[in-house]
């Protein structure tokens, strides 16, 4: 079964960017719809982009829309996402998850704090 490791989080500068990883082991996430979510304290977790397994169509809420971009480096077995024009109120945990068909699995998250 895929596991999921997220990495690059950690303090940035309001107006700043951030790039994330997903990373799997122990399976090919290829085969894996991916999406990013994020938990913002006292706010429900939200999605923050998804992209399909074969890479060729991604999604952005509105809320997200222009200001990230998700990627998939197949060699790597890793799905990207990049966060541009960071503010406070995106401070919050991010997480990866991969899911296909009845499996859905989650990473540990990676903490991302927007501070002056």
């Known amino acids: 079964q895929v596991r999921l490791v997220e990495s690059g989080g950690g303090l940035v500068q309001p107006g700043g960017s951030a790039i994330l990883s997903c990373t799997a082991s122990e399976s090919d996430i290829s085969t894996y719809n991916v999406g990013w979510y994020r938990q913002i304290p006292e706010n429900q977790r939200e999605l923050v982009a998804h992209?399909?397994?074969?890479?060729?169509?991604?999604y952005y809420p509105d809320t997200m829309r222009g200001r990230v971009s998700i990627f998939r480096d197949s060699a790597k077995n890793t799905v990207y996402l990049t966060m541009n024009r960071l503010q406070c109120a995106d401070t919050g945990v991010y997480y990866c998850?991969?899911?296909?068909?009845?499996?859905?699995?989650w990473g540990q998250g990676t903490q991302v704090t927007v501070t002056s």
């Open positions: 998850n991969a899911y296909r068909g009845g499996n859905d699995i």
């Open positions: 992209i399909s397994a074969n890479g060729e169509n991604t």
